[in-house]
Protein backbone atom coordinates (compact mmCIF):
# COMPACT_ATOMS: atom_id res chain seq x y z
CA UNK A 1 0.00 0.00 0.00
CA UNK A 2 1.19 3.29 -0.63
CA UNK A 3 0.92 4.55 3.01
CA UNK A 4 3.76 1.73 3.76
CA UNK A 5 6.03 2.81 1.14
CA UNK A 6 7.92 4.84 3.58
CA UNK A 7 8.61 1.94 5.38
CA UNK A 8 10.35 0.08 2.52
CA UNK A 9 13.57 -1.06 2.78
CA UNK A 10 16.30 0.73 0.32
CA UNK A 11 16.73 -1.50 -3.47
CA UNK A 12 20.25 -2.04 -2.45
CA UNK A 13 19.02 -3.93 1.13
CA UNK A 14 16.56 -5.51 -0.87
CA UNK A 15 18.74 -7.06 -3.48
CA UNK A 16 20.72 -9.03 -0.38
CA UNK A 17 17.81 -10.72 0.80
CA UNK A 18 17.38 -14.38 0.32
CA UNK A 19 16.81 -15.54 -3.24
CA UNK A 20 17.57 -11.96 -4.52
CA UNK A 21 21.10 -12.25 -2.99
CA UNK A 22 21.25 -15.17 -5.32
CA UNK A 23 20.78 -14.09 -8.56
CA UNK A 24 22.32 -10.69 -8.23
CA UNK A 25 25.67 -12.59 -6.87
CA UNK A 26 25.63 -15.47 -9.75
CA UNK A 27 28.78 -16.12 -11.42
CA UNK A 28 29.33 -14.22 -14.77
CA UNK A 29 28.40 -17.28 -16.53
CA UNK A 30 25.21 -17.92 -15.12
CA UNK A 31 22.42 -16.85 -17.29
CA UNK A 32 19.98 -14.85 -15.18
CA UNK A 33 16.67 -13.65 -17.10
CA UNK A 34 13.67 -11.63 -15.30
CA UNK A 35 11.44 -15.14 -15.10
CA UNK A 36 14.47 -15.95 -12.66
CA UNK A 37 13.15 -13.57 -10.53
CA UNK A 38 9.87 -14.98 -9.79
CA UNK A 39 9.76 -17.01 -7.22
CA UNK A 40 12.09 -14.24 -5.39
CA UNK A 41 8.76 -11.52 -5.87
CA UNK A 42 6.80 -14.72 -4.22
CA UNK A 43 8.76 -14.25 -0.78
CA UNK A 44 9.31 -10.45 -1.08
CA UNK A 45 6.64 -10.27 1.40
CA UNK A 46 8.16 -12.19 3.77
CA UNK A 47 11.90 -11.11 3.54
CA UNK A 48 10.12 -7.54 4.19
CA UNK A 49 8.50 -8.75 7.16
CA UNK A 50 11.59 -10.69 8.09
CA UNK A 51 13.39 -7.46 7.55
CA UNK A 52 11.44 -5.30 9.46
CA UNK A 53 10.92 -7.54 12.86
CA UNK A 54 14.92 -7.88 12.82
CA UNK A 55 15.16 -4.39 12.82
CA UNK A 56 12.74 -3.98 15.25
CA UNK A 57 14.21 -6.61 17.61
CA UNK A 58 17.49 -4.61 17.64
CA UNK A 59 16.34 -1.44 18.50
CA UNK A 60 13.88 -2.80 21.35
CA UNK A 61 16.94 -4.25 22.82
CA UNK A 62 18.84 -1.58 23.08
CA UNK A 63 16.10 0.00 25.10
CA UNK A 64 15.78 -2.64 26.97
CA UNK A 65 19.61 -2.70 27.66
CA UNK A 66 19.35 1.37 28.71
CA UNK A 67 15.76 0.56 30.85
CA UNK A 68 17.86 -2.32 32.56
CA UNK A 69 20.42 -0.50 33.32
CA UNK A 70 18.85 2.74 34.90
CA UNK A 71 15.79 0.83 36.47
CA UNK A 72 16.83 -2.43 37.49
CA UNK A 73 13.66 -4.97 37.79
CA UNK A 74 14.26 -5.85 41.63
CA UNK A 75 12.99 -2.16 42.13
CA UNK A 76 10.57 -1.83 39.54
CA UNK A 77 6.76 -1.85 41.93
CA UNK A 78 4.59 -4.66 41.44
CA UNK A 79 0.65 -4.46 40.46
CA UNK A 80 -1.50 -3.69 43.45
CA UNK A 81 1.64 -2.39 45.40
CA UNK A 82 1.74 0.75 47.51
CA UNK A 83 3.51 3.53 46.05
CA UNK A 84 3.84 7.05 47.45
CA UNK A 85 -0.04 6.36 49.09
CA UNK A 86 -1.09 5.60 45.79
CA UNK A 87 -1.95 2.31 44.59
CA UNK A 88 -0.98 0.38 41.39
CA UNK A 89 -4.12 -1.42 40.12
CA UNK A 90 -4.07 -3.67 36.97
CA UNK A 91 -5.48 -2.41 34.38
CA UNK A 92 -7.66 -3.86 31.18
CA UNK A 93 -6.00 -1.10 29.00
CA UNK A 94 -2.47 -2.54 27.89
CA UNK A 95 0.36 -0.19 28.48
CA UNK A 96 1.70 1.76 24.99
CA UNK A 97 5.15 -0.35 23.66
CA UNK A 98 8.52 1.17 24.93
CA UNK A 99 9.48 1.44 21.75
CA UNK A 100 6.39 3.85 20.79
CA UNK A 101 7.20 6.22 23.59
CA UNK A 102 8.27 9.64 23.32
CA UNK A 103 11.17 8.99 25.59
CA UNK A 104 12.70 6.50 23.65
CA UNK A 105 15.15 8.46 21.73
CA UNK A 106 17.95 6.76 19.40
CA UNK A 107 21.47 8.32 17.65
CA UNK A 108 22.27 7.17 14.45
CA UNK A 109 25.24 8.02 12.90
CA UNK A 110 24.56 9.33 8.82
CA UNK A 111 27.90 8.75 6.61
CA UNK A 112 27.26 10.39 3.64
CA UNK A 113 30.33 10.20 2.37
CA UNK A 114 33.98 9.77 3.80
CA UNK A 115 34.38 13.72 4.54
CA UNK A 116 31.15 14.37 5.63
CA UNK A 117 29.54 12.89 8.99
CA UNK A 118 25.91 14.40 10.54
CA UNK A 119 24.57 12.78 13.99
CA UNK A 120 20.95 13.01 13.81
CA UNK A 121 18.10 11.76 16.39
CA UNK A 122 14.82 9.40 15.98
CA UNK A 123 12.32 9.98 18.28
CA UNK A 124 10.56 5.96 18.58
CA UNK A 125 10.04 3.24 16.28
CA UNK A 126 8.05 5.20 13.65
CA UNK A 127 11.43 7.29 13.11
CA UNK A 128 13.29 4.60 12.85
CA UNK A 129 11.41 1.88 10.67
CA UNK A 130 11.57 5.01 7.87
CA UNK A 131 14.86 5.99 8.33
CA UNK A 132 17.55 5.21 6.12
CA UNK A 133 20.96 6.48 6.68
CA UNK A 134 22.61 5.49 3.19
CA UNK A 135 21.57 6.30 -0.13
CA UNK A 136 19.87 4.29 -2.75
CA UNK A 137 20.98 3.07 -6.01
CA UNK A 138 19.46 5.60 -8.51
CA UNK A 139 17.95 7.79 -5.84
CA UNK A 140 19.20 11.77 -6.59
CA UNK A 141 21.92 13.56 -4.22
CA UNK A 142 22.19 17.02 -3.18
CA UNK A 143 25.78 16.51 -2.91
CA UNK A 144 28.16 17.62 -5.40
CA UNK A 145 29.50 15.28 -7.72
CA UNK A 146 32.61 15.50 -6.16
CA UNK A 147 31.72 14.36 -3.18
CA UNK A 148 28.74 12.01 -4.87
CA UNK A 149 32.05 9.51 -5.71
CA UNK A 150 33.41 9.19 -1.82
CA UNK A 151 29.37 7.95 -1.15
CA UNK A 152 29.43 4.53 1.11
CA UNK A 153 26.89 2.25 -0.23
CA UNK A 154 27.74 -0.54 2.33
CA UNK A 155 25.17 -3.01 3.14
CA UNK A 156 24.30 -3.86 7.25
CA UNK A 157 21.83 -2.76 9.79
CA UNK A 158 20.94 0.51 10.56
CA UNK A 159 23.35 1.69 12.98
CA UNK A 160 21.24 3.19 15.51
CA UNK A 161 22.05 4.06 19.75
CA UNK A 162 20.30 4.35 22.68
CA UNK A 163 20.51 8.22 23.97
CA UNK A 164 20.35 8.71 27.34
CA UNK A 165 20.61 12.32 27.60
CA UNK A 166 18.10 12.96 24.60
CA UNK A 167 15.73 10.95 27.07
CA UNK A 168 16.05 12.73 29.82
CA UNK A 169 15.34 16.08 27.88
CA UNK A 170 12.62 14.76 26.06
CA UNK A 171 10.92 14.00 29.39
CA UNK A 172 11.43 17.14 30.52
CA UNK A 173 9.54 18.60 27.32
CA UNK A 174 7.04 16.32 27.41
CA UNK A 175 5.87 16.97 31.13
CA UNK A 176 6.51 20.79 29.64
CA UNK A 177 3.55 20.39 27.06
CA UNK A 178 1.59 19.07 30.13
CA UNK A 179 1.55 14.93 29.42
CA UNK A 180 2.84 12.17 31.83
CA UNK A 181 6.93 11.01 30.15
CA UNK A 182 6.46 7.47 31.52
CA UNK A 183 3.31 7.05 29.43
CA UNK A 184 3.04 9.47 26.13
CA UNK A 185 4.25 7.96 22.93
CA UNK A 186 5.02 10.17 20.20
CA UNK A 187 2.20 10.59 18.40
CA UNK A 188 0.59 11.60 22.19
CA UNK A 189 3.57 14.85 21.55
CA UNK A 190 2.85 15.09 18.36
CA UNK A 191 -0.87 15.77 18.61
CA UNK A 192 -0.38 17.64 21.98
CA UNK A 193 2.40 20.18 20.75
CA UNK A 194 0.88 20.54 17.41
CA UNK A 195 0.19 24.27 18.52
CA UNK A 196 3.43 24.41 20.50
CA UNK A 197 6.46 25.87 20.42
CA UNK A 198 9.46 25.62 22.74
CA UNK A 199 12.19 28.43 23.47
CA UNK A 200 15.33 28.25 24.84
CA UNK A 201 16.89 30.04 27.97
CA UNK A 202 20.27 29.95 27.03
CA UNK A 203 19.70 30.78 23.23
CA UNK A 204 19.67 34.63 23.09
CA UNK A 205 17.39 36.76 21.03
CA UNK A 206 18.86 38.40 17.61
CA UNK A 207 17.98 41.97 16.71
CA UNK A 208 15.87 41.65 13.05
CA UNK A 209 15.95 45.24 13.15
CA UNK A 210 16.33 48.80 14.40
CA UNK A 211 13.62 48.25 16.46
CA UNK A 212 12.47 44.49 17.16
CA UNK A 213 14.22 41.37 18.54
CA UNK A 214 13.48 37.79 17.83
CA UNK A 215 14.00 34.78 19.71
CA UNK A 216 13.57 31.15 17.99
CA UNK A 217 10.60 28.37 18.94
CA UNK A 218 11.29 25.33 18.15
CA UNK A 219 8.59 22.21 17.64
CA UNK A 220 9.21 19.70 20.37
CA UNK A 221 11.61 17.25 18.40
CA UNK A 222 13.88 20.20 16.91
CA UNK A 223 13.82 21.47 20.43
CA UNK A 224 15.46 18.46 22.00
CA UNK A 225 17.68 18.57 19.07
CA UNK A 226 18.91 21.82 19.87
CA UNK A 227 19.23 20.86 23.70
CA UNK A 228 21.29 18.11 22.60
CA UNK A 229 23.55 20.17 20.77
CA UNK A 230 24.22 23.01 23.05
CA UNK A 231 25.21 20.23 25.66
CA UNK A 232 27.62 19.04 23.36
CA UNK A 233 29.22 22.09 22.13
CA UNK A 234 29.56 22.97 26.20
CA UNK A 235 31.25 19.62 26.82
CA UNK A 236 33.65 20.54 23.94
CA UNK A 237 34.22 23.86 25.83
CA UNK A 238 35.16 22.01 29.27
CA UNK A 239 36.86 19.50 27.46
CA UNK A 240 38.77 22.00 25.43
Known sequence: MPSQWKYLPRTLDICAMGHFAALVDAEADVAVTA???E???RQLPELLSAHSDACKLRARHLLNVATS????????PKSGEIVKGETLSSST????????LATATFTYQEVTCTISRRRSYLFGWDDIAQHHCKLDFGSRSSYPDW?????DYELGPL???????????????VRAAGLDDKVATVSDMDTKSKDMHFGCSVCPPLKRNATSWVKGGYKWREFV????????????????
Open 39 to 41: DAF
Open 147 to 151: IEKHV
Open 93 to 100: SSPPDPLD
Open 225 to 240: CSCLLLLFFRQQWDFG
Open 69 to 76: WNHPASSA
Open 159 to 173: KIAFNGHARLIAATV
Open 35 to 37: MDF
